[in-house]
Nanobody, 124 residues
Framework: QVHLVESGGGLVQPGGSLRLSCAAS???????IGWLRQAPGKGREGVAC????????YYGDFVKGRFTISRDNAKNTVYLQMNSLKPEDTAVYYC??????????????????WGQGTQVTVSS
């Protein structure tokens, strides 16, 4: 059974940084891990994803070099480093897994396993 647990959210000032972590387990084949977010009153949108088998990464257009997704295979953990945070980045951030090929989409509907989410608030 796939299990995803996020951590690292919190309150940060505009221009600040946060690193989110996703402990992922239970996989039996190739998969992709994505970070997606949902702001108040809005639908979910993809932030970034990384493929398990080759480390290829994909980003949402709005990221524009501010965020970096990475993985530590020894720890079964995927990270999202977020820099230059803006108030509009305020949202619940979810770690999600896509176990159905093809892999590499940031489209929320592609993901079939979800974590519980972690709140990120960017405010002065």
């Amino acid at each position: 059974q796939v299990h995803l647990v996020e951590s690292g959210g919190g309150l940060v000032q505009p221009g600040g940084s946060l690193r989110l972590s996703c402990a992922a387990s239970g996989f039996t084949d190739h998969y992709a891990i994505g970070w997606l977010r949902q702001a108040p009153g809005k639908g979910r949108e993809g932030v970034a994803c990384i493929r398990s088998f080759d480390g290829m990464t994909y980003y949402g257009d709005f990221v524009k070099g501010r965020f970096t997704i990475s993985r530590d295979n020894a720890k079964n953990t995927v990270y999202l480093q977020m820099n230059s945070l803006k108030p509009e980045d305020t949202a619940v951030y979810y770690c999600a897994a896509d176990t159905r090929p093809p892999f590499g989409s940031t489209w929320p509907n592609e993901y079939n396993y979800w974590g519980q989410g972690t709140q990120v608030t960017v405010s002065s």
